[in-house]
Every structure is written in C-alpha cells, then in structure tokens.
Antibody, heavy 118, light 105 residues
Framework: EVQLVESGGGLVKPGWSLRLSCVASGFTFSDYNMNWVRQAPGKGLEWLSFISGNTAYIYYADSIRGRFTISRDNAKNLLFLQMNSLRAEDTAVYYC???????????WGQGALVTVSS | EIVLTQSPATLSLSPGERATLSCRASQSVSNSLAWYQQKPGQAPRLLIYDASGRATGIPARFSGSGSGTDFTLTISSLEPEDFAVYYCQNRNNWQFTFGPGTKVD
C-alpha cells in the first residue's frame, strides 16, 4: 500500500524558516516524480513544486520560487520542502503528492499544517 | 499562464440525480486535464486523467469529456459519498494549475 506521511509542520512567525518532510512507503520511491501542493484554510488547491525521480528536473510555482526549495533523498525515501521567509499567506495544509506516469497526482499524504502568525 | 474556471461554484442536488460540472481553460490544453475529488478533512483523490480516463478504482458513474478549452465531469447518479468538492487541473509548461473547485451539496 502506498503511504505518504508528512511531518515538520507547526506555528512559526513571519520571516522564519521551516522544513517539511515526507516519508514514502509501499512503492519504489526513486521511480516516481513527487510534488508539494498546499491548501490555505477554506481555499482551493495550489501546486507548489515538482521534482523528478532522479532529481534532474525541478519546477516551482511563481508564487514560491526563490523562497522554497524542494529536494529528496532516494536512499531514505524522503521528500523535503525547505520554506524560507515565511509569510502569513503561506499558512496552509501542505500535501506531499506522488506523480504517476502521466504526471497526475495519484497518491496524497494526509497533509501537514503550517501556520505563520506573529 | 493557463487559467481554469469552474462552474457552477456550488451544485445543489439530491442522491440519485445527475451532476454535470464544467471546467473551462483560458487557452487550449488539448486533453491534458484531470479531475480530483476532495471530501471535508481529507486529501484529494484523482478521478479522471487525460480528460476522460478513469483512474484506478474509480466507479463507472464518474465520467469525463471534452478537449481544447471545455471539459465536463459527469456523475451519472449521485451516491451519498459523492457530495464533495471537485477540482479540475492542468499541466502546461511544467506549471500545474487547479481550478477553484465546484462544491456538490
């Protein structure tokens, strides 16, 4: 069974940094592209970043480019999102999401809540 | 940047009725469109890929159609568990865009 479990969320102040982690199991992690998607409270879905299985390709949404960095450790089945210079508008549930053969988002974690507030 | 517009924002129906949800793209996306279902407190679930392909394990009452700029998700007969928010999504030039969602209640 595919499982994605995020961790590292919490309450931080504006300008602070935070690193989210996602541990994957139930599939060959290095064979799959991975993504981060977020959802602000009561709002819709926003894709943030993509990383290919071999880390050769990385893409970001314009809204977070330059502040957030995606990475992965295939030996440990881990996906990361380093978030710097956090703002109140970054408050959201952050989902770790697997990309399938067609780049669709076929498995999602349960989400990690990040709250940015002074 | 491609913008996806979904209508209606809310669709009020009863179990057993047919639901028709619309997604319109600001420019042609060919058939590169997916649909996701999200229930309260849960992560989204992939329903439809490439405009009309049903994802693994998705019941046959869910169907997708369309190409170019206009797409439709149809639920032939609503089951109680189908009341949720539905999002369309496109990938273009390595930017993944979601529509604002349609709530079926």
């Amino acid at each position: 069974e595919v499982q994605l479990v995020e961790s590292g969320g919490g309450l931080v102040k504006p300008g602070w940094s935070l690193r989210l982690s996602c541990v994957a199991s139930g599939f060959t992690f290095s064979d799959y592209n991975m993504n981060w998607v977020r959802q602000a409270p009561g709002k819709g879905l926003e894709w943030l970043s993509f990383i290919s299985g071999n880390t050769a390709y990385i893409y970001y949404a314009d809204s977070i480019r330059g502040r957030f960095t995606i990475s992965r450790d295939n030996a440990k089945n881990l996906l990361f999102l380093q978030m710097n210079s956090l703002r109140a508008e970054d408050t959201a549930v952050y989902y770790c999401v697997r990309g399938d053969w067609n780049y669709d988002f076929d498995h999602w974690g349960q989400g990690a809540l990040v709250t940015v507030s002074s | 940047e491609i913008v996806l517009t979904q209508s209606p924002a809310t669709l009020s129906l009863s179990p057993g009725e047919r639901a028709t949800l619309s997604c319109r793209a600001s420019q042609s996306v060919s058939n590169s469109l997916a649909w996701y279902q999200q229930k309260p407190g849960q992560a989204p679930r992939l329903l439809i890929y490439d405009a009309s392909g049903r994802a693994t394990g998705i019941p046959a009452r869910f169907s997708g159609s369309g190409s170019g700029t206009d797409f439709t998700l149809t639920i032939s007969s609503l089951e109680p568990e189908d009341f949720a928010v539905y999002y369309c999504q496109n990938r273009n030039n390595w930017q993944f865009t979601f529509g604002p969602g349609t709530k079926v209640d």
